[in-house]
Structures are given as structure tokens and as C-alpha cells.
T-cell receptor, first 114, second 115 residues
Framework: GAGVSQSPSNKVTEKGKDVELRCDPI?????LYWYRQSLGQGLEFLIY????????KSGLPSDRFSAERTGGSVSTLTIQRTQQEDSAVYLC????????????FGSGTRLTVV | AQSVAQPEDQVNVAEGNPLTVKCTYS??????LFWYVQYPNRGLQFLLK??????LVKGSYGFEAEFNKSQTSFHLKKPSALVSDSALYFC?????????????FGRGTSLIVHP
């Protein structure tokens, strides 16, 4: 597509429920990144996919967080047993393999855990 | 490890005056450097990048940035600020080669342009 698409744009969930956030990157971008932006904070790296290589999961804050990328395109970030501290904006970005063109971000999913 | 510092949480400037948003970085090798802008309730929008070549980089909306290798800085500048430039600005660095290209972002600087 023309840009990075994320859905849903907003999600309110009850504490303890599981949520899935979706990211559809730019066609042809083999690199995909997930970041978390908490209120008043910068961007916290979560996970990175590059082509068919094993993902870099070094930024995932706990084992409640997981992500997959099917067919080298769409990615899903799953948060199990959500906690109030998971409330944040989750941003997805994609880039060419060498990132020389920069990173294109989606509009994000605002997650609120009540 | 790579890092980015944006030493100012907020920058205030009057419309029509020049603006500077500061960024310094640390990376073990040659850097790729980026500036992004975020308007309320929006994702990050690309402004400009330094990959190689000229140290002065020109980007969108009249913004520019100068790569200074000796000072490890990449400050964002604009000669004449507009009220519409008010937003949150992020500097980012990634390793040009030998790494995974995962960008590290600064904490962001809120730019407020007063009429």
C-alpha cells in the first residue's frame, strides 16, 4: 500500500484480557519495527523483523508480549493478560533492508487498559 | 550500544525567529541520522536524513540539519519558525553497516512557536 497501516486505531480493553494489534507495512519493505510510546516518553523499541531472518526480540518488556510476521508482510503484536502499565501508543514502522530511505511509520494504535 | 540525547524537553521560539532543536548521538561506527516530527494523535513523519555526503541536509517544510562528526551532533534548524511548526520532534540514529539498522530515538523535544 501507499503507507503503513495499523489497526485498530484505538483499543480499550479490560485488565487481564489479551489484545492483538495489526501492522500492514509498505509493499516491498522487508524490515518491520514495533515501538511503544508511553505518555510523555520517547519511543521504546520492542521488536524488529528483517525478511526471513529470526526477529530481534530484545526490546520486548515481558513474556506477555509476542509478535509474528506472516509471509514477510503483515505483522501482529499480541499482548497477553494486559496490565494497566501496558497502556500506550504502539507504533509500527517499515523500511527497506538497509534503511537508507528512512523509516515510514503508521499512525499507531492507542491502547488503554482499564 | 547506540544512544541519542535531546537535551531540551521543550523549546520556545517566536514566530519568524530562527529555531534550533538539539541532538547528539553515540554510535560505534558510521551513523545514519534522522529527524521526525509528530503532530498530536499522529504517527511520526519523516523530515530529513543524513546518510553520507554533504554535512548540511535539507528536508521537508524548510527544515535543515547539520551533521557534525567531531561533536557527534545533528541539530535541527529552520531560519524562520511558523506557528504550524509546533509539534514534537524526534532525533534518531542507526548504525550504517555491520548492524541491524534498528533506530534508536531520543526522548523528543516539544517545539512551541508563539504568534
Amino acid at each position: 500500500g501507499a503507507g503503513v497501516s495499523q489497526s485498530p486505531s484505538n483499543k480499550v480493553t479490560e485488565k487481564g484480557k489479551d489484545v492483538e494489534l495489526r501492522c500492514d507495512p509498505i509493499s516491498g519493505h522487508t524490515a518491520l519495527y514495533w515501538y511503544r510510546q508511553s505518555l510523555g516518553q520517547g519511543l521504546e523499541f520492542l521488536i524488529y523483523f528483517q525478511g526471513n531472518s529470526a526477529p530481534d526480540k530484545s526490546g520486548l518488556p515481558s513474556d506477555r508480549f509476542s509478535a509474528e510476521r506472516t509471509g514477510g508482510s503483515v505483522s501482529t503484536l499480541t499482548i497477553q493478560r494486559t496490565q494497566q502499565e501496558d497502556s500506550a501508543v504502539y507504533l509500527c514502522a517499515s523500511s527497506s533492508p538497509d534503511s537508507r530511505g528512512g523509516y515510514t511509520f503508521g499512525s499507531g494504535t492507542r491502547l488503554t487498559v482499564v | 550500544a547506540q544512544s541519542v540525547a535531546q537535551p531540551e524537553d521543550q523549546v520556545n521560539v517566536a514566530e519568524g525567529n530562527p529555531l534550533t532543536v538539539k541532538c547528539t548521538y553515540s554510535v560505534s561506527g558510521n551513523p545514519y541520522l534522522f529527524w521526525y516530527v509528530q503532530y498530536p494523535n499522529r504517527g511520526l513523519q519523516f523530515l530529513l536524513k543524513y546518510i553520507t555526503g554533504d554535512n548540511l541536509v535539507k528536508g521537508s517544510y524548510g527544515f535543515e540539519a547539520e551533521f557534525n562528526k567531531s561533536q557527534t551532533s545533528f541539530h535541527l534548524k529552520k531560519p524562520s519558525a511558523l506557528v504550524s511548526d509546533s509539534a514534537l520532534y524526534f532525533c534518531a540514529v542507526s548504525l550504517a553497516s555491520g548492524g541491524s539498522y534498528i533506530p534508536t530515538f531520543g526522548r523528543g523535544t516539544s517545539l512551541i512557536v508563539h504568534p
